[in-house]
C-alpha cells in the first residue's frame, strides 16, 4: 500500500492577494477556483507535482462558524500562528532575492542549517509561515 501528499491547506483572508503571491510571485498554478455559499477556496501547485495541491481557504471554512470563532480566527492569522508550508528549491538564494523583490516579509535571510539544509523564511499575504529549503551539497 502506497500513500502520498495529496493536498494541504492554508488559511488567507485575501485570495487575490493570495494567488498574486502564490501564482505571480512563488509560480505556482491556480488549478481551481471555487466558490460557495460565500466563501472561496482556490487551488494552486507546483507544475512539477501535479498530484500535490495546495488550497487556499477561508480562515474559518464552516458558514455556521460564531462570530466569537471567526474573531478568534482572525486574531491567530494576524499573528501567524495558523499553519506553515515548507517549500524545497534548488536554489534557496535565488528564491529568497524573487520574493524579497516582490515585496515579501522577510522572518529569515538564507542560512545554512546544522541539520542539512539552507533555508530562509517569510510570511505570505496573510501572514503565514513558509519556509523554502534547499539540500546542502545540492
Given at each position: 500500500m502506497d500513500i502520498k501528499l495529496s493536498q494541504c491547506f492554508i488559511s488567507v483572508d485575501d485570495h487575490d492577494k493570495a494567488i498574486a503571491f502564490y501564482r505571480d510571485v512563488l509560480g505556482?498554478?491556480?488549478?481551481?477556483?471555487?466558490?460557495f455559499e460565500g466563501m472561496r477556496w482556490v487551488t494552486v501547485g507546483s507544475p512539477?507535482?501535479?498530484?500535490?495541491?495546495?488550497?487556499?481557504?477561508p480562515p474559518v471554512a464552516d458558514p455556521n462558524a460564531s462570530p466569537a470563532d471567526r474573531q478568534a480566527m482572525a486574531e491567530l492569522m494576524a499573528k501567524g500562528l495558523l499553519r506553515g508550508v515548507i517549500f524545497a528549491t534548488d536554489d534557496c538564494d535565488a528564491m529568497f532575492e524573487?520574493?524579497?523583490?516582490?515585496?515579501?516579509?522577510?522572518l529569515q535571510e538564507p542560512m545554512d542549517q546544522p541539520y542539512g539544509v539552507r533555508d530562509c523564511g517569510f510570511r505570505d499575504p496573510a501572514g503565514n509561515l513558509l519556509r523554502f529549503t534547499q539540500a546542502l551539497g545540492k
Open positions: 505556482l498554478e491556480v488549478r481551481n477556483d471555487v466558490g512539477s507535482q501535479p498530484d500535490v495541491n495546495i488550497v487556499l481557504e524573487r520574493i524579497r523583490a516582490a515585496g515579501g516579509e522577510v
